[in-house]
């Protein structure tokens, strides 16, 4: 039995334009609020082979390093002194209302946006790059929200770890891998002494960590048969799948499950340093790096 460990590379593979980065191009003109929010306050970074990643490249990962800083600096110009000879009452909620509206923005309205998203990709009924050595009898677990292994391939049994628009948008995960609680709680700032307007701000904060977490453990309770099911299977293929840290919980339990003796095949795309950053991945997500081999998807 084989296993198809499916990532967005995969589709992007088949001509279907699914990058973060064009969901950003299609969000501006769409709503301009979302997409300010995230350029301003989800960071810009360089990883450790000298790529630079924007908010947009690497999205749900950067969930969980929402420059809190930032936003409580932005905050503190509606936070005026109570003794402020301008100061009103109309103007006690101002700060919350601020802060509130751009957690609003990468949470709920992201979300919204992404889901509107999915729907206008345009999924291919042919290829000419069919990648060949899919088997549509293996098993599949898919991180994609698209039918394109169902269309192109005519793939049974899948499982859409994180829904898909067929199973409606409530279904639909996207989110970081930091767990609230793990961390200390901007809650935990909060004293007699503490402003009412900047304590209701701190919850704010909370609540946006709760709301942007993917729930993995949870996901992987729900799907426990698929996984306990991987004991029969003896080739692993992992295709356009990056081995984020935030679907490292997938792979925990997927290694729990798989025989000692799988094989894997994972692809990469572009030259050497992308194979590095690959293969790198792989180790730290716990993959056997003696029985794994290493290919452009383009060569399978």
């Not at 790529?51 to 950067?62: F, I, Q, R, V, Y």
């Not at 999915?118 to 999924?123: D, Q, R």
């Not at 904060?205 to 299977?233: C, M, S, W």
């Amino acid at each position: 039995m084989k296993l198809f460990i499916i990532g967005n590379g995969f589709d992007i593979h088949h001509g279907i334009n699914s990058r973060y980065t064009d969901f950003a191009k299609w969000l501006k003109p769409v709503d301009g609020e979302v997409h300010k929010a995230v350029e301003d306050f989800l960071p810009t970074w360089v990883d450790d082979y000298g790529n630079e990643s924007d908010a947009w490249s690497d999205l749900e990962n950067n969930l969980e390093h929402f420059d809190t800083d930032q936003l409580l600096d932005y905050g503190s110009n509606y936070l005026p002194s109570y003794g402020a000879d301008d100061w009103s009452d109309s103007g006690h909620h101002d700060f919350e209302w601020e802060l509130d509206r751009i957690i609003s923005s990468l949470s709920v309205g992201l979300h919204k946006n992404f889901v509107d998203w999915l729907g206008s990709l345009a999924i291919p009924t042919h290829t000419t790059n069919p990648v060949r050595i899919i088997d549509p009898s293996a098993k599949f677990l898919n991180f994609n929200y698209t039918p394109t292994l169902q269309t192109l391939y005519g793939a049974a049994n899948v499982l859409h770890i994180h829904g898909t628009l067929a199973s409606g948008a409530s279904e639909i995960v996207l989110g970081h891998g930091w767990k609230p609680g793990e961390k200390e709680r901007w809650e935990d700032r909060i004293d007699e002494n503490t402003d009412t307007r900047l304590a209701g701000g701190y919850r704010l904060i909370d609540a946006y960590f709760r709301q942007t977490f993917k729930p993995t453990a949870e996901i992987i309770r729900r799907n426990q048969a698929f996984f306990a099911g991987l004991d029969d299977v003896s080739e692993v293929y992992v295709f356009g799948h990056g081995l984020a840290d935030v679907d490292g919980p997938y792979f925990a339990e997927m290694l729990k499950h798989l025989s000692q003796d799988a094989q894997w095949t994972i692809s990469y795309y572009g030259g050497d340093r992308e194979r590095e950053k690959i293969e790198s991945a792989a180790i730290m997500t716990g993959i056997p790096s003696d029985r794994t081999r290493f290919s452009l998807l383009r060569d399978l």
